[in-house]
């Protein structure tokens, strides 16, 4: 089992940055793959970025490529997600979520086994 804590989020102004961070309790982060879904009210769960259990592999959606950086750091048992030059259409309830065994970046929230509870990021225009 393990239990994951979201926190980093905030109300911002379009082109400001946030980092949000993914703390992990109960098992070693290292042994899991980690990814960020975002949901927005009305919209389905989307897949933004995942990194591997090394983090030698990342992968991001294209609507956040070259904005968003995902990083780890497995002595610290925590992912994090850099947002940068944030836009009003990347307001959603961030997620990280574990994955039981990447082999590549995927999409499909269903795949994951572990969820936190999500940190709020409000872009204001």
């Known amino acids: 089992q393990v239990q994951l804590v979201e926190s980093g989020g905030g109300l911002v102004q379009a082109g400001a940055s946030l980092r949000l961070s993914c703390a992990a309790s109960g098992r070693t982060l290292s042994t899991y793959a980690i990814a960020w879904f975002r949901q927005a009210p009305g919209k389905e769960r989307e897949f933004v970025a995942d990194?591997?259990?090394?983090?030698?592999?990342?992968g991001y959606a294209n609507s956040v490529k070259g904005r968003f950086i995902i990083s780890r750091d497995n002595n610290k048992n925590t992912v994090y997600l850099q947002a940068n030059s944030l836009k009003p259409e990347d307001t959603a309830i961030y997620y990280c979520a574990v994955h039981p065994n990447r082999l590549y970046s995927d999409i499909d929230p269903t795949h994951y086994v572990y969820w936190g509870q999500g940190t709020q990021v409000t872009v204001s225009s």
């Open positions: 990194i591997s259990r090394s983090g030698d592999s990342t």
